[in-house]
């Protein structure tokens, strides 16, 4: 038996011996008894068969893509309201006022250019900060259409800021015998996914501590070349954390100005007309 058949039976005999096990994570567990598994690998992404010399191979299963960009998606975590979102159906028009509608229009052309650019982009490590001192304005939901569109070949996490602060705090009081990351742990795996949208930056209150976190995750993605995208409701000169922090920002993003108008109003009234539309149908 060759060297690559022997890999192959090694990898199949991991397999079978796997699905015999109680103790799998739950990931593994779910690939193995979710109703979607798929019927030729059993969840597992290889198939084996024999071939004409009576040798068993192995190769990718016909399912592997979707598997794998099923897995990317769980692991963005996006906002499960904004799923859906893409940049195609981001609407422009929503906005009331002509100078948001300019100024919007003039940020979504960036951002297309952005992604039309990205391998350019990735390779100088170059990010984006979105920001608009109002709430609502669209930061948020530009950033998930940016996540859907970069999902479909790269790895994407997507956190909150004070998400990001609450799961640092949780690993404080993790038990040594609890599952889940360690802190450290935790901070290398932010600083080390291939793209971060960090939401609502600068949101929270800087105390030492946190600054200090955000610090190690923001430097170690720079010195990485680490593409990191941020939304914001400041500007970075008017951000409470100091210039180790901003000045790495500003040299790895491009700012994009949002308008200074919420559409979420907007949104429920359009809303609200389509069910009475619909009732008096």
Not at 261 to 272: F, G, Q
């Amino acid at each position: 038996m060759g060297r690559l058949e022997e890999e192959l039976e090694r990898m199949k005999k991991d397999l079978l011996q796997k699905r015999s096990q109680p103790g799998l994570t739950q990931t593994a567990q779910e690939s193995l008894t979710d109703t979607d598994t798929c019927p030729k690998c059993k969840g597992t992404g290889w198939v084996f068969y024999t071939g004409d010399d009576g040798l068993e191979y192995g190769k990718q299963c016909d399912c592997w893509g979707k598997m794998v960009t099923s897995r990317r998606l769980k692991f963005a975590e996006l906002p499960e309201a904004f799923k859906d979102v893409k940049l195609e159906n981001f609407n422009l028009s929503i906005y009331r006022e002509i100078d948001s509608r300019n100024l919007i229009a003039v940020a979504a052309k960036t951002v297309k250019y952005y992604l039309d650019n990205f391998d350019e982009m990735k390779s100088q490590g170059m990010g984006l900060y979105l920001y608009s001192e109002t709430k609502g304005s669209g930061k948020t939901r530009m950033a998930v259409g940016i996540a859907n569109a970069l999902l479909k070949g790269h790895q994407v996490k997507f956190a909150g800021s004070t998400t990001i602060i609450k799961e640092i705090k949780r690993t404080w009081n993790k038990k040594p015998s609890e599952d889940g990351e360690t802190e450290s742990q935790l901070l290398d795996s932010l600083a080390a996914v291939e793209i971060l949208i960090i939401d609502d930056f600068g949101t929270e209150t800087p105390a030492g501590w946190i600054n200090d976190k955000f610090y190690q995750i923001i430097n170690d993605r720079y010195v990485g070349r680490k593409v990191t995208i941020f939304t914001s409701n400041a500007a970075l000169d008017r951000l409470n954390y100091d210039d180790r922090i901003t000045n790495r920002i500003k040299e790895r993003t491009y700012q994009i100005a949002f308008p200074e108008e919420s559409v979420r109003d907007y949104i429920a009234e359009k809303n609200n007309q389509e069910l009475i539309n619909n009732l008096k149908r």
